[in-house]
Protein backbone atom coordinates (compact mmCIF):
# COMPACT_ATOMS: atom_id res chain seq x y z
CA UNK A 1 0.00 0.00 0.00
CA UNK A 2 1.20 3.60 -0.75
CA UNK A 3 -0.99 5.18 1.57
CA UNK A 4 1.59 5.06 4.68
CA UNK A 5 5.39 5.54 5.35
CA UNK A 6 7.83 4.61 8.01
CA UNK A 7 9.43 7.93 9.39
CA UNK A 8 11.72 8.01 12.87
CA UNK A 9 9.63 9.37 15.79
CA UNK A 10 11.57 12.69 17.80
CA UNK A 11 12.28 11.85 21.47
CA UNK A 12 10.41 15.09 22.78
CA UNK A 13 9.55 15.41 26.64
CA UNK A 14 5.88 16.82 25.81
CA UNK A 15 4.88 13.55 23.91
CA UNK A 16 5.22 11.81 26.95
CA UNK A 17 3.04 8.69 25.91
CA UNK A 18 4.93 8.27 22.32
CA UNK A 19 7.71 7.51 21.15
CA UNK A 20 10.04 7.81 23.75
CA UNK A 21 10.97 4.26 23.77
CA UNK A 22 9.47 3.28 20.45
CA UNK A 23 12.12 3.52 17.44
CA UNK A 24 9.52 3.81 14.87
CA UNK A 25 5.97 5.07 14.20
CA UNK A 26 4.14 4.48 10.78
CA UNK A 27 2.77 7.91 9.29
CA UNK A 28 -0.82 7.77 7.89
CA UNK A 29 -0.94 11.35 5.46
CA UNK A 30 -4.69 12.66 5.05
CA UNK A 31 -3.73 13.54 1.50
CA UNK A 32 -2.78 10.33 0.64
CA UNK A 33 -6.23 8.65 1.35
CA UNK A 34 -7.95 11.47 -0.79
CA UNK A 35 -8.04 15.08 1.06
CA UNK A 36 -7.33 17.89 -0.84
CA UNK A 37 -6.13 21.22 0.95
CA UNK A 38 -7.53 23.89 -1.00
CA UNK A 39 -10.35 24.77 1.09
CA UNK A 40 -13.33 23.83 -1.17
CA UNK A 41 -13.35 20.05 -1.53
CA UNK A 42 -14.98 18.33 1.17
CA UNK A 43 -12.85 16.17 2.98
CA UNK A 44 -14.19 13.94 6.10
CA UNK A 45 -13.91 10.57 3.80
CA UNK A 46 -10.19 11.23 3.48
CA UNK A 47 -9.24 12.21 7.30
CA UNK A 48 -12.25 9.28 8.60
CA UNK A 49 -9.95 6.71 5.94
CA UNK A 50 -6.77 7.64 7.27
CA UNK A 51 -8.31 7.54 11.03
CA UNK A 52 -9.33 4.05 10.45
CA UNK A 53 -5.73 2.92 8.99
CA UNK A 54 -3.29 4.54 11.88
CA UNK A 55 -5.97 3.02 14.42
CA UNK A 56 -5.99 -0.11 12.90
CA UNK A 57 -2.05 -0.60 12.83
CA UNK A 58 -0.31 -2.93 14.59
CA UNK A 59 2.51 -0.63 15.25
CA UNK A 60 2.53 3.32 16.83
CA UNK A 61 1.08 5.56 13.85
CA UNK A 62 1.01 9.28 12.81
CA UNK A 63 -1.57 11.08 11.27
CA UNK A 64 -0.63 13.84 9.73
CA UNK A 65 -2.53 17.47 8.24
CA UNK A 66 -0.25 19.25 6.32
CA UNK A 67 -0.16 22.87 5.54
CA UNK A 68 -3.83 23.75 3.56
CA UNK A 69 -7.42 23.90 4.66
CA UNK A 70 -9.17 20.87 4.75
CA UNK A 71 -12.56 21.33 4.43
CA UNK A 72 -14.95 18.58 7.04
CA UNK A 73 -17.87 17.92 8.51
CA UNK A 74 -18.46 16.32 11.64
CA UNK A 75 -15.57 13.89 12.63
CA UNK A 76 -15.69 11.03 14.78
CA UNK A 77 -12.47 9.32 15.01
CA UNK A 78 -13.52 6.40 17.21
CA UNK A 79 -10.92 3.79 19.54
CA UNK A 80 -10.02 2.30 21.06
CA UNK A 81 -6.93 1.67 19.01
CA UNK A 82 -3.94 -1.06 18.93
CA UNK A 83 -1.46 1.13 19.08
CA UNK A 84 -0.79 5.08 20.38
CA UNK A 85 -1.52 7.53 17.81
CA UNK A 86 -0.18 11.24 17.01
CA UNK A 87 -2.28 13.38 15.03
CA UNK A 88 -0.04 16.44 13.57
CA UNK A 89 -1.92 19.11 12.29
CA UNK A 90 0.13 21.84 10.26
CA UNK A 91 -2.84 22.88 8.52
CA UNK A 92 -6.57 24.49 8.91
CA UNK A 93 -9.52 22.26 9.21
CA UNK A 94 -12.47 24.28 8.08
CA UNK A 95 -16.08 24.04 8.64
CA UNK A 96 -18.86 24.26 5.83
CA UNK A 97 -20.58 27.96 5.88
CA UNK A 98 -23.78 26.68 6.31
CA UNK A 99 -23.87 26.24 10.44
CA UNK A 100 -26.66 23.53 10.25
CA UNK A 101 -23.73 20.90 8.85
CA UNK A 102 -21.95 20.11 12.14
CA UNK A 103 -24.61 22.30 13.93
CA UNK A 104 -26.88 19.30 14.00
CA UNK A 105 -24.45 17.26 15.95
CA UNK A 106 -23.63 17.86 19.35
CA UNK A 107 -19.51 17.39 18.76
CA UNK A 108 -17.96 18.97 15.41
CA UNK A 109 -14.51 16.39 16.01
CA UNK A 110 -14.59 13.95 18.54
CA UNK A 111 -12.37 11.30 19.84
CA UNK A 112 -13.84 8.59 21.29
CA UNK A 113 -12.41 5.86 23.54
CA UNK A 114 -9.05 6.83 22.05
CA UNK A 115 -6.51 5.97 25.05
CA UNK A 116 -2.36 7.37 24.50
CA UNK A 117 -3.26 9.91 22.01
CA UNK A 118 -1.53 13.25 21.17
CA UNK A 119 -2.94 16.17 18.77
CA UNK A 120 -0.86 18.65 17.85
CA UNK A 121 0.87 20.84 15.40
CA UNK A 122 0.87 24.54 14.78
CA UNK A 123 -2.55 24.59 12.93
CA UNK A 124 -6.06 25.54 13.69
CA UNK A 125 -9.33 23.93 13.48
CA UNK A 126 -12.03 27.22 12.88
CA UNK A 127 -15.60 26.04 12.67
CA UNK A 128 -16.48 29.31 11.90
CA UNK A 129 -19.52 30.04 14.36
CA UNK A 130 -20.48 33.46 13.09
CA UNK A 131 -23.65 32.12 11.21
CA UNK A 132 -24.79 29.92 14.13
CA UNK A 133 -24.23 33.00 16.36
CA UNK A 134 -26.56 35.39 14.56
CA UNK A 135 -28.92 32.24 14.32
CA UNK A 136 -28.92 32.26 18.05
CA UNK A 137 -29.35 36.42 18.73
CA UNK A 138 -31.88 36.67 16.13
CA UNK A 139 -34.22 34.16 18.16
CA UNK A 140 -34.65 31.86 15.05
CA UNK A 141 -34.94 27.91 14.94
CA UNK A 142 -31.47 27.11 14.71
CA UNK A 143 -29.61 23.98 15.46
CA UNK A 144 -28.14 22.80 18.93
CA UNK A 145 -24.75 23.56 18.16
CA UNK A 146 -21.53 21.64 18.16
CA UNK A 147 -18.49 21.62 20.40
CA UNK A 148 -15.23 22.23 18.01
CA UNK A 149 -13.36 19.24 19.93
CA UNK A 150 -14.35 16.66 22.04
CA UNK A 151 -12.21 14.14 23.92
CA UNK A 152 -14.72 11.53 25.43
CA UNK A 153 -13.57 8.74 27.34
CA UNK A 154 -10.78 9.24 26.64
CA UNK A 155 -7.10 8.43 28.35
CA UNK A 156 -3.35 9.63 28.61
CA UNK A 157 -3.95 12.84 25.96
CA UNK A 158 -2.01 15.30 25.08
CA UNK A 159 -3.47 18.44 23.36
CA UNK A 160 -0.43 20.62 22.47
CA UNK A 161 -0.33 23.86 20.13
CA UNK A 162 -3.49 24.32 18.23
CA UNK A 163 -5.67 27.16 17.86
CA UNK A 164 -9.43 26.95 17.96
CA UNK A 165 -11.04 29.38 16.31
CA UNK A 166 -14.91 30.83 16.40
CA UNK A 167 -16.57 27.23 17.22
CA UNK A 168 -20.61 27.52 17.40
CA UNK A 169 -20.37 26.69 21.40
CA UNK A 170 -17.35 24.89 23.43
CA UNK A 171 -13.91 25.15 22.13
CA UNK A 172 -12.52 21.88 23.72
CA UNK A 173 -14.53 19.67 25.69
CA UNK A 174 -13.37 16.76 28.11
CA UNK A 175 -15.63 14.44 29.76
CA UNK A 176 -15.58 10.86 31.66
CA UNK A 177 -11.95 11.18 31.07
CA UNK A 178 -8.22 10.74 32.85
CA UNK A 179 -4.60 12.22 32.34
CA UNK A 180 -5.25 14.48 29.89
CA UNK A 181 -3.02 17.75 29.37
CA UNK A 182 -3.60 20.76 27.21
CA UNK A 183 -1.09 23.50 26.70
CA UNK A 184 -0.15 26.18 24.76
CA UNK A 185 -3.36 26.35 22.72
CA UNK A 186 -5.02 29.43 21.70
CA UNK A 187 -8.51 29.67 21.55
CA UNK A 188 -10.37 32.56 20.32
CA UNK A 189 -14.42 34.05 20.00
CA UNK A 190 -15.88 37.21 20.54
CA UNK A 191 -16.37 38.78 23.41
CA UNK A 192 -20.17 38.59 22.46
CA UNK A 193 -20.40 34.83 21.11
CA UNK A 194 -23.12 33.00 23.35
CA UNK A 195 -21.96 29.52 25.08
CA UNK A 196 -18.40 29.77 23.32
CA UNK A 197 -16.50 28.47 26.72
CA UNK A 198 -12.91 27.47 26.14
CA UNK A 199 -12.66 24.22 27.76
CA UNK A 200 -14.77 22.59 29.62
CA UNK A 201 -14.11 19.81 32.26
CA UNK A 202 -16.87 17.42 33.36
CA UNK A 203 -16.63 13.71 35.18
CA UNK A 204 -12.94 13.76 34.63
CA UNK A 205 -9.60 13.36 36.78
CA UNK A 206 -6.01 14.11 36.29
CA UNK A 207 -6.43 17.37 33.79
CA UNK A 208 -3.53 20.29 33.28
CA UNK A 209 -4.20 23.15 31.80
CA UNK A 210 -1.34 25.37 30.92
CA UNK A 211 0.30 28.11 28.75
CA UNK A 212 -2.57 29.00 26.68
CA UNK A 213 -4.17 32.00 25.53
CA UNK A 214 -8.28 32.03 25.87
CA UNK A 215 -10.65 34.96 24.48
CA UNK A 216 -14.50 33.82 24.25
CA UNK A 217 -17.53 34.95 24.84
CA UNK A 218 -18.21 32.97 27.92
CA UNK A 219 -15.79 31.32 30.52
CA UNK A 220 -12.32 30.80 29.03
CA UNK A 221 -12.41 27.79 31.68
CA UNK A 222 -15.72 25.66 33.19
CA UNK A 223 -15.53 22.93 35.28
CA UNK A 224 -18.74 20.55 35.38
CA UNK A 225 -19.51 18.35 37.73
CA UNK A 226 -17.93 14.87 38.95
CA UNK A 227 -13.83 16.79 38.20
CA UNK A 228 -11.35 16.19 40.52
CA UNK A 229 -7.57 16.50 40.62
CA UNK A 230 -7.29 19.30 38.16
CA UNK A 231 -4.29 21.68 37.70
CA UNK A 232 -4.60 24.93 35.85
CA UNK A 233 -1.76 28.06 35.18
CA UNK A 234 -0.36 30.18 33.23
CA UNK A 235 -3.78 31.30 31.44
CA UNK A 236 -4.07 34.37 29.90
CA UNK A 237 -8.20 34.87 30.08
CA UNK A 238 -9.94 37.50 28.11
CA UNK A 239 -12.26 38.72 26.83
CA UNK A 240 -14.89 36.45 29.13
CA UNK A 241 -16.69 35.22 31.71
CA UNK A 242 -13.19 34.27 34.04
CA UNK A 243 -12.81 30.86 35.39
CA UNK A 244 -16.04 28.98 36.73
CA UNK A 245 -16.44 25.85 38.76
CA UNK A 246 -19.79 25.61 37.85
CA UNK A 247 -22.71 25.82 37.38
CA UNK A 248 -23.17 23.37 39.67
CA UNK A 249 -26.52 21.81 41.59
CA UNK A 250 -28.48 21.64 38.18
CA UNK A 251 -29.59 17.95 39.48
CA UNK A 252 -30.28 16.31 43.07
CA UNK A 253 -27.59 13.41 42.66
CA UNK A 254 -24.46 15.01 40.86
CA UNK A 255 -21.07 13.78 41.47
CA UNK A 256 -18.67 16.89 43.42
CA UNK A 257 -16.02 18.95 42.10
CA UNK A 258 -12.73 18.56 44.15
CA UNK A 259 -9.17 19.30 44.17
CA UNK A 260 -8.51 21.90 42.01
CA UNK A 261 -5.82 24.65 42.04
CA UNK A 262 -5.77 27.49 39.46
CA UNK A 263 -2.24 29.64 39.46
CA UNK A 264 -0.28 32.41 38.02
CA UNK A 265 -2.96 33.38 35.68
CA UNK A 266 -3.87 36.65 34.44
CA UNK A 267 -7.46 38.30 33.75
CA UNK A 268 -7.98 40.86 31.84
CA UNK A 269 -11.41 43.03 31.45
CA UNK A 270 -13.39 39.52 31.95
CA UNK A 271 -17.48 39.82 33.66
CA UNK A 272 -15.60 37.60 36.35
CA UNK A 273 -12.12 36.27 37.65
CA UNK A 274 -12.53 33.16 39.30
CA UNK A 275 -15.97 31.85 40.32
CA UNK A 276 -17.73 28.91 41.88
CA UNK A 277 -21.18 29.19 40.99
CA UNK A 278 -24.34 26.87 41.71
CA UNK A 279 -28.22 26.71 41.23
CA UNK A 280 -30.13 27.32 44.21
CA UNK A 281 -32.20 24.22 44.52
CA UNK A 282 -31.48 21.29 46.44
CA UNK A 283 -28.90 19.29 45.61
CA UNK A 284 -25.95 16.43 47.19
CA UNK A 285 -23.28 18.10 45.09
CA UNK A 286 -20.23 19.61 46.38
CA UNK A 287 -17.33 22.03 45.36
CA UNK A 288 -14.03 21.52 48.38
CA UNK A 289 -10.39 21.57 48.33
CA UNK A 290 -9.98 24.51 45.72
CA UNK A 291 -6.79 26.66 45.67
CA UNK A 292 -6.93 30.24 43.63
CA UNK A 293 -3.18 31.70 44.06
CA UNK A 294 -1.05 33.92 42.39
CA UNK A 295 -3.51 35.41 40.20
CA UNK A 296 -3.75 39.34 38.40
CA UNK A 297 -6.88 41.32 37.83
CA UNK A 298 -6.99 43.76 35.58
CA UNK A 299 -10.19 45.76 35.04
CA UNK A 300 -12.30 42.63 35.87
CA UNK A 301 -15.78 42.74 37.41
CA UNK A 302 -16.50 40.37 40.23
CA UNK A 303 -12.74 39.18 40.49
CA UNK A 304 -13.34 37.08 43.52
CA UNK A 305 -16.71 35.70 43.34
CA UNK A 306 -19.13 32.65 45.00
CA UNK A 307 -22.28 32.71 44.08
CA UNK A 308 -25.09 30.01 45.47
CA UNK A 309 -28.04 32.20 43.48
CA UNK A 310 -26.79 31.50 40.01
CA UNK A 311 -29.55 32.53 37.57
CA UNK A 312 -28.32 33.67 34.02
CA UNK A 313 -31.62 34.00 32.38
CA UNK A 314 -34.23 35.03 35.09
CA UNK A 315 -35.43 31.72 35.04
CA UNK A 316 -34.42 30.48 38.78
CA UNK A 317 -36.05 27.73 40.74
CA UNK A 318 -35.39 30.30 43.89
CA UNK A 319 -34.86 27.63 46.49
CA UNK A 320 -31.86 27.42 48.55
CA UNK A 321 -28.38 25.51 47.34
CA UNK A 322 -27.84 22.05 48.29
CA UNK A 323 -24.44 22.29 46.82
CA UNK A 324 -21.59 22.53 50.19
CA UNK A 325 -18.89 24.67 49.22
CA UNK A 326 -15.52 24.31 51.35
CA UNK A 327 -12.06 24.35 52.32
CA UNK A 328 -11.46 27.21 49.46
CA UNK A 329 -8.51 29.39 49.46
CA UNK A 330 -7.63 32.68 47.71
CA UNK A 331 -4.11 33.67 48.41
CA UNK A 332 -2.15 36.69 46.08
CA UNK A 333 -4.88 38.08 44.55
CA UNK A 334 -4.17 41.41 43.32
CA UNK A 335 -4.98 43.81 40.64
CA UNK A 336 -8.23 46.31 39.70
CA UNK A 337 -12.01 45.48 39.89
CA UNK A 338 -14.82 46.95 37.73
CA UNK A 339 -17.30 46.31 40.49
CA UNK A 340 -17.09 47.91 43.76
CA UNK A 341 -17.63 44.74 45.24
CA UNK A 342 -14.25 43.33 44.70
CA UNK A 343 -14.86 40.05 46.53
CA UNK A 344 -18.45 38.79 46.86
CA UNK A 345 -19.66 35.76 49.07
CA UNK A 346 -22.97 34.62 48.44
CA UNK A 347 -23.86 31.55 49.91
CA UNK A 348 -26.51 29.05 50.40
CA UNK A 349 -28.49 29.86 54.05
CA UNK A 350 -28.68 25.97 54.47
CA UNK A 351 -25.52 25.16 53.36
CA UNK A 352 -23.19 28.23 54.10
CA UNK A 353 -19.27 28.03 52.91
CA UNK A 354 -17.17 27.27 55.03
CA UNK A 355 -13.12 26.75 55.79
CA UNK A 356 -13.24 30.28 52.93
CA UNK A 357 -9.59 31.56 53.80
CA UNK A 358 -8.20 34.90 52.11
CA UNK A 359 -4.46 35.27 52.03
CA UNK A 360 -2.61 38.63 50.80
CA UNK A 361 -5.37 39.81 49.08
CA UNK A 362 -5.05 43.62 47.22
CA UNK A 363 -7.90 44.86 44.74
CA UNK A 364 -9.19 48.00 44.70
CA UNK A 365 -12.03 49.56 42.31
CA UNK A 366 -11.59 51.13 39.39
CA UNK A 367 -13.33 53.73 39.34
CA UNK A 368 -13.22 57.59 38.12
CA UNK A 369 -14.87 58.23 41.67
CA UNK A 370 -12.31 57.06 43.81
CA UNK A 371 -14.71 54.94 45.73
CA UNK A 372 -13.24 52.22 47.65
CA UNK A 373 -13.80 48.17 46.70
CA UNK A 374 -15.74 46.48 50.14
CA UNK A 375 -15.99 42.71 50.32
CA UNK A 376 -19.95 41.12 50.94
CA UNK A 377 -20.70 38.33 52.61
CA UNK A 378 -23.47 36.43 52.98
CA UNK A 379 -23.80 32.79 54.81
CA UNK A 380 -19.98 32.65 54.91
CA UNK A 381 -17.44 31.35 57.08
CA UNK A 382 -13.58 31.22 57.37
CA UNK A 383 -10.78 33.28 58.02
CA UNK A 384 -8.50 36.07 56.43
CA UNK A 385 -4.38 36.38 56.96
CA UNK A 386 -1.76 38.96 56.16
CA UNK A 387 -2.96 42.04 54.39
CA UNK A 388 -6.47 42.15 52.71
CA UNK A 389 -8.08 44.67 50.99
CA UNK A 390 -10.74 45.37 50.61
CA UNK A 391 -11.33 44.51 54.37
CA UNK A 392 -12.82 40.85 54.93
CA UNK A 393 -16.18 40.13 56.44
CA UNK A 394 -15.26 36.35 56.83
Same mark, same amino acid.
Given at each position: MANFKTVKCTNVSWLPFFCLLIPSCLSYNV????????? !????? !??? &???????????? @??? +?? +?? !???? &???? &????? @??? !???????????????????????????????????SVYGSGAINAKGHGYWSCRKSGGSCPQGARSIQFMWCNNVLLRGLASLHSQRVHVGIGYSSNVRVEYVKIIAPSGSPNTDGIHVQNSRGVTIYGSIIKTGDDCISIGSGSMNLWIEKIGCGPGHGISIGSLGNSNNEPGVTNVTVANSVFTKTQNGVRIKSWARPSNGFAKNLMFKNLIMRNVGNPIIIDQNYCPHNMCPRQSSGVKVSQVTFKNVKGTSSTQAAMKFDCSPSNPCTGIRLQDIKLTYNDRMRRPAFTYCKNARGSHGGKVIPRSCI
Open positions: VNFGARGDG !RTDST !RAF &LRAWSAACNSAS @PAN +VD +VP !RGTY &LVRT &LTFNG @PCR !RRIMFRIDGTLSAPVNYNAIGNSEFWIMFYKVSGL
